[in-house]
Each structure stands twice: as C-alpha cells, then as structure tokens.
C-alpha cells in the first residue's frame, strides 16, 4: 500500500482546479476509465482522468479478487478477442511495471453431462491456440494433483493454462502512470457535477470539484455510478444506460491447512455447485453465485451518493458457503474468515456495454461488465478508443458489447432489478444462442399473445419481446408458456418432434408464425429515394409496390445490418430489420440524415404492427381465400408488397416474402384489428391444413437454405463478397462503402461463407452443433461455424460457417478440395461444403432468381 500512496501522491495531490479543456475527459478509476484513459492517451488525445477516490481504490475494482479469465472461456468469437486483448496489455504491462502478476491457470470441474459437454466445447475451441489445455476425466488423477479438493463425483476437469492472478489496484495505477506519461491529467478526488451539452444535444463541458472542462467528449466509466451524472437538458436529467448494481461475496480467509497450496495453484470453478475458489501460499479466496444470494441495491434517494453499500449477510451466503465446504472440505478448517461485499453493475444479456449513446453526441459509456471487469476492460477500453479515433473498431465486431443493442425499457429500473440477480448468477455461465432467461419476462407481447399461448406456444424473449419457438401438441391450461435456460447440447432437444411437424406445415401445406418483433420503420419525404439510395447497397429505386433486399455497409464494406424495404409511394418506403436492430439501426439512419441534410422523417413503428407470416405452398390459396384477391405469380408476385383488406380490417401491409426461402406473405396487421385478422386466417386455414409454427422452424428452414441472418452469421465484419451476395450491390449508383467493395472484388477475398452439410452424426446421441465450432481442412482450422440447424429434407445436420485462408485467399478450389470436419464437442464429423444453397425438392416454388440467397 506504501508504493500505492507514492503512486497517488506522484500525479494529483497538486491540483485544486482543473484544467480548462480536453479532448477527452473520462469518468472513473478503475481498470475500465484507467483502460480507456491509457488507450486514448497512447493516440495522442488530450484526456482528463476524473475520479472522485483514488484510482483504483473505489467501486468494485477496489474490492476485486484480481482474477483474469482467459478467452477460452468465451463462446463469441468476438469476447474472446476482447479478453485476448486485455490479457495482452496486463501481460505486457506486467514486463515492464511491477505488481503482482501470475500465470496460474484455472480448473473448470464439470459433474453434470451438460457442463461436461460444455468442457468438452472449450476445449475444441482452446487447444486450436494453446496445446497446454487439458481435460482430464481420472478422479485419482484429479486427486493426486489437487488432494485437497473432493473429485469422486467429478466427471470432467479442464485446465485452461492461460488465466491470471494479478493486483487490480496496482494494475489500474500503472495504467493511469503510463497515460500520464502520454500527456493525460489525473484527478483524483474530484467528482463529476454536472456533465453539459448544448442545444444540438452535443456535450460541451463537464464540471468538476475541481472546476470546469471544456470538451465534447465525455467517456462515462464509472462502474456502478454510471449513468448517475448529472445532465440537466435530458429528460431524466441522466443519461439511461441498461445496466444496475447487484451484490456479489467471497469470503477471505487464511491458508488450507496443506502443502499442497501454492501462489501456482490454479483457481477453482466448479460449475455445477456454482462456487469458484483461490487458494494461495497466504490467503483463500472463496465465491458463489447462487441466485437467492445476490441483492439488486437499493436507491438513495436525495443522496449525492445513489447506491448504498450494503452489509455482509452470511444467512444469504449460506447456499454458496455448504457447496464451497462440500468441494473443498479443509475449508471448514480454516480459523476465521471475512465475509467481502463487493458491488457490481449488470446488464439484461450478461455482455458488457460501450459506445456513444444516442441520448447525447459525444457522451460514450463503457459500463456493465458483469463481474467480468479485469478480463475485458482492457480490450474494451481498446476498441472503444478505437471507435472514437476511427469510427470502426478493428479488433472486434462490437455488435454484440454496442450500447445500441439496447432501448428504453431496458433502462427501467424495475426491469433491471428483475433480471439483474439471475444474470449475476451466471457470471460463470457459458451461455449460448438458445439461452433464456426466466425474470423480467412477458414485457412485450403481440396482441395474439393469449391465443398463441393457448394453441401451445413455448415463448422464448428477444429484445424485451416474447415470440413462439415451437407449439406444443397438448397444451396444458395451467402450464408455464416461457422457455427458460438454454437447449441440451447433447441429443435431441425436447424440441425436435414438434419442429419436425411445424417444418413439414411450411414445406408441404401452410404455416403461420408470429414474427412481430421485427424492427420496423417508416421512411418518407422529400429526398426519401436518394437517401436510401446511398444508405443501401442495392438499388432500392424500384417502382411502387416492389420489395427488395439489401445490405447497409459502413465505410469499410461490412454490413450495419441487412434489411428488405418496400416501396409504399414515390417518396414513402417500409423497411423491415432484424429484432436486435431497433435502436442502432434508427441510429444510424438519423446519423446520415443529418448528414446528408436530407429531408426525410424516419419513424419506429415496430410496435404498431403485429407481423403474421403465411408461409407454404398453400399460403396463395389461403391469402386468396381472405382477401378476396389474386394472388397469382403474375398479380401478386414474390417480393411485392401491397396494402390490402382482410374482412373489415383495412391498412394491412401484404409483402411476399417470407425470410426462409418458402413461398408465402408477411402481413403486416395494425395493432388493433390483429386479432380480428387473426381469427379469419385460422378460420379460412382449416381447409388447408394450417398449423402453427415458431421461430425454430423459420431457423431450420432458412439454414437448410443457406440464409444468413444478421447477428449470427454476419455482422460489421462481414461483406457482401464474403458472404456470396455481391450480387444484389449495385455499383452503378454511390453508396457507403462502394470503394471499400469494389477494393475488395479487386483483390479477391481470404474469408468465404458456405453451408455446411455434416456426415455420420446422431442425432439420438452426439452432441449438437450450436454455433462456434472449428472447421478443418485436412486437420487443420480453417474457420468456424456461425449457426446451425437440423436440415428435415437434407436429413442431416447443417451449419452456416466460414472458412479463411489469409496468406493465398479463399479460391473455389481451395472449397472444392481437401477433407473438411468440424469439431462439436471434442467429437469430429466429416462434412460437405456448399458455396451456393443447395436445390431442394419444394412443391411449389415462383421465386426468381434473385430470391435465391447465394449467386
């Protein structure tokens, strides 16, 4: 503590005013605001370093354990590249700066089939890049090398080798010495008052204790306090970010009683009791996760401090203390131990947030890390400085971490009380695409939301919204309807019949699924056309009634997110987006309106619609049948749209695509006539047959048919070229990202997307592909799998995939050539590639060519 004190004296016990101005100026001390400070300051920026303690000393660094987990941990490629980063900068920092740093590694014990197939999975994707990882499945192996744990009932132990113990507070010091000698002012004990922004909403200045800084640009990192600035023109007087604080506890006690303790002993997580363990030459650290354990904090209300440090409780502790005792029996041996509070900020989906929020220009957070803090702060603080410097990050997809994923009623605070304890629960979680959680549910339903309900829909909950997975054949009137946890990795899912049943609905007959949480905006005005002309990569100016399909690329050629749009009028379109794309996508397109100076009025109207999809050979009669319409290939072809009256219910958005390459409509039903339309459509469906579907059906019929969507299979980092759809860009007009396209068609591509056809599996017993798994080519890892379903017509499982080849790029013979496997769970499976979607036998199909997903 000694150098600590001469490290603080060393930067701010001088100061009592501030300095007059920034380019930057960064709230908060710990390892995300001494990151992000350390990162701009290396660019060159002018920063201020405002903490209200001491760096380091406050909030939930200055009571962490000072464990790094390493990126095999992490299923999303673009985590682990952000913990790679971090383990990168602390690595380096610690060659050259001294604090305690060490390399001891981390035992994940598995004791249930489900979280030793999860082993199993971070082993295939860890020992790629380390051939230090292990897996041992010897109990007496387990016992001889770590005698003082209880392993009888252990089936599986990995070794990830990569993991760190380090000195957090140490750690965040060095990093804000090291600004400091890049030219960024420290201050601390110097809290934030006020932050200012103008009449453009564009941040000014930030006032301080210290006094007042001008800058435009506020980076808020300040933890558990983030978002609690003051910013008096807002209409919260805050700026909302979807994150809040819960309790998290170890205990703190003397050294086992054993030899066989070392500061080399790995630390502990036993996943299925939920505990983790450090245990050193000095100290033990325990933890645990039970749910019930975990508090949301109370609010102070007129307090200048919002949160209060609550008091340890070791009644609430219990759960965890009996499975820490019963993995690790000296424990109860140990004299005496200090039960440690720390607080944390969470967020609704367990990933942490950065980025400029849309609520103020110039305002950035970087918040949320879900105890998770050390492991990616420093490779958040990287690619947020990244943004700031250059627009785009090149060290990760940010997709998956951007605070536009979020919208307002993920910033209310009882939604955030509801769901934030389970997810804290989790923080040691591996958590998949299927996932779900079980608080905070039912928020955002369709107006049909009952009768869906009733015809046996199982709910799963994306963006707030509750949509059909898959139909039960019997519902049970009193029966839970929402999906919680996550699909079995090994076997069939519970799933799987019903799913055949709905499939066979949609390819044979006709389904009807609810697709209501699609994001979806209105877009009119004057210079409607030639906005979205050079938003979009495809020609959108197509005459009145025509849908087309388009990218919207960014300055570098990857994809802000794809999309259908619909010309409605000379100057009025309707533009369909993925779910996850409601705030960012907004965003973005008032970003360039602005811009542009265009006049066009861009509205959300997600919530105005409830979506239905009619899809199947069936559907032209069906739709016939209750519009009293042709729908003919020639009166009403694919990819049309129309408005149209059913029954009495009139201002319905008809539009003949059904995003899985069957033919179909999606109507597009005003809020208060929905379960009128409804009704007629089951009533008219009787004759033909019709069934529910949910949207696990959508996702085996669209990856049976290479159909990419956006967020699972391409993101930022992807192009059209990449992905096979260089085809619907049109280069004859301008648009973002044209020069970034035509660069790389030039040059030719190292990565290309295909479909994926595996061989020799069981679907009775082997474990599922779920996305993430390496693929090999003649034994070594040339890609990795991005999403995956059971094709019912192909008979086997498919997966959509990338492969690379950076040093002589991705050629149809280096496709055509060569055994490729992928690896799911330890086990590898021989496989086929497709570049283009496979032919598929279909009773009725009018699409056009440019239906098709791949040319």
């Known amino acids: ?126 020992v790629v890049h380390n051939d230090k990882v292990e897996l041992l499945d010897c109990q007496s192996e387990m016992l001889e090398r770590w005698p003082f744990l ?39 004990s110097n809290p934030v008052l006020e932050v200012h922004i103008g009449d453009e909403k564009q941040v000014y200045g930030v006032s301080t204790k210290m006094g007042f800084i001008e800058t435009s640009h506020f980076v808020d990192a300040a933890g558990i306090w983030a978002g609690s600035h003051l910013v008096k023109a807002l209409p919260h007087q805050h700026v909302q970010t979807a994150a809040y604080p819960c309790t998290y506890s170890y205990i703190h006690t003397s050294k086992l009683p054993t030899g066989s303790v070392s500061d080399m002993t790995p630390i502990f997580n036993d996943l299925d009791g939920n505990v983790m363990l450090r245990t050193t030459s000095f100290k033990t650290l325990c933890a645990g996760f039970a749910e019930e354990s975990i508090r949301p ?56 947030t950065i980025g400029e929020s849309s609520q103020a220009k110039g305002y950035w957070v970087m918040c949320g890390m879900n105890g998770q803090g050390l492991s990616l702060a420093g490779g958040l603080g990287k690619i947020l400085g990244e943004l700031m410097c250059e627009s785009q990050s090149s060290t990760a997809d940010v997709a998956r971490v951007d605070v536009g994923r979020f919208i307002d009623l993920h910033a209310n605070n009882q939604y955030l009380i509801g769901r934030t304890p389970e997810v804290a ?27 869906l309900r009733d015809a046996g829909a199982v709910f799963g909950e994306i963006m707030g919204y509750e949509r059909p997975l898959w139909f039960e054949k019997t519902p049970k009137t009193e029966r839970n309807a929402l999906m919680s ?40 005005g004057e210079d409607a056309v030639e906005y979205l002309q050079f938003l979009c990569s495809a020609n959108v100016d197509e005459p009145i009634g025509t849908t087309v399909y388009t990218g919207m690329q960014h300055q570098k050629g990857g994809y802000v997110t794809d999309c259908t749009l619909s010309r409605l009028g000379e100057k009025k379109f309707f533009m369909v987006a993925p779910t996850i794309q409601q705030e960012r996508v907004l965003v973005w397109m008032k970003k360039w309106q602005a811009i542009l100076k265009a006049r066009v009025h861009v509205q959300d109207v997600t919530g105005a619609y409830t979506a239905l999809d009619l899809i199947g050979p069936s559907s032209r009669y069906l739709m016939g049948d209750i519009t009293g319409l042709s729908m003919s290939s020639n009166d009403f072809p694919t990819f049309r749209c129309q408005e149209i009256n059913i ?32 009704e007629k459509i089951l009533d008219a469906g009787k004759e033909y047959s019709l069934q529910h579907a949910g949207y696990y059906t959508l996702r085996q019929l669209r990856i049976e048919k290479f159909y990419v969507y956006w967020g699972q299979d391409i993101n930022a980092t992807v192009t059209p070229v990449e992905c096979g759809r260089l085809f619907r860009v049109d280069f004859k007009k301008d648009f973002i990202g044209k020069k ?22 069981d679907k009775e017993t082997d474990p599922w592909p779920q996305g993430g798994e390496t693929i090999l080519k003649d034994g070594r890892a040339v890609g990795l799998t991005t999403s995956a379903a059971y094709g019912f017509t192909l008979g086997c499982q498919v997966c959509i995939g990338y492969v690379e080849n950076k040093e002589f790029g991705v050629s149809p013979e280096f496709v055509s050539s060569g055994h490729f496997e992928i690896d799911i769970a330890g086990k590898r499976f021989t496989c086929r590639l497709n570049v283009h979607s496979p032919s598929l036998p279909m009773i009725s199909s009018e699409h056009p060519l440019h239906y098709r997903p791949t040319q």
């Open 1 to 126: 503590m000694i150098g600590h004190r001469l490290a603080r004296w060393r930067w701010a016990r001088s100061y009592t005013t501030a300095v007059a101005n920034a380019d930057v100026v960064v709230c908060g001390g710990g390892i995300s605001g001494t990151s992000i400070a350390y990162h701009l300051a290396k660019r060159g920026k002018k920063v201020a370093l405002v903490e209200k303690d001491s760096i380091g000393c406050s909030g939930a660094t200055g009571l962490s354990a000072g464990l790094v987990s390493s990126p095999i941990f992490w299923q999303d490629t673009s985590l682990q590249a952000i913990a790679q980063a971090s383990l990168d900068l602390y690595s380096h920092l610690a060659t050259t700066c001294k604090f305690r740093y060490i390399k001891c590694g981390r035992t994940y014990l598995a004791s249930s089939m489900a979280n030793e197939i999860l082993l199993r999975r971070m082993y295939s994707r860890g």
């Open 150 to 188: 209880q392993t009888e009932d252990v089936q599986l132990a990995l070794f990830s080798p990569e993991d760190v113990a380090l000195d957090p507070v140490a750690l965040c010091q060095h990093l804000a010495l090291i600004a400091k000698d890049y030219g960024a002012l420290i201050y601390e």
């Open 297 to 352: 904090l109370a609010r102070q209300t007129g307090s200048a401090t919002p949160w209060q440090h609550p008091e340890p409780d070791w009644n609430t502790f219990d759960p965890n203390l009996e499975k820490l005792i019963s993995r690790c029996p000296m424990l109860g041996d140990c004299n005496h131990g200090d039960l440690i509070v720390g607080m944390e900020a969470y967020t609704p989906d367990k990933l942490p």
């Open 425 to 451: 629960a989790l923080t040691y979680s591996n958590l998949y695409h299927s996932h779900q959680c079980h608080t905070a549910r039912n928020l955002r339903m369709a107006p049909i939301y009952h009768q």
């Open 485 to 524: 946890g996550q699909d079995a990795l090994i076997g069939k899912p519970e799933w799987f019949e019903r799913v055949a049943s709905e499939y066979e609905a949609c390819r044979e007959r006709v389904g009807l699924m609810d697709m209501s949480s699609f994001s979806k905006y209105d877009i009119t």
């Open 647 to 678: 029954g009495m219910a009139t201002g319905i958005r008809a539009i003949s695509v059904t995003h899985c390459g069957e033919l179909g409509w999606v109507i597009y039903v005003p809020n208060e006539v929905a379960q009128n339309v409804y």
């Open 740 to 761: 970034a396209l035509e660069e790389q068609v030039e040059r030719g591509v190292s990565k290309r997307f295909v479909q994926l056809l595996v061989d020799g599996h």
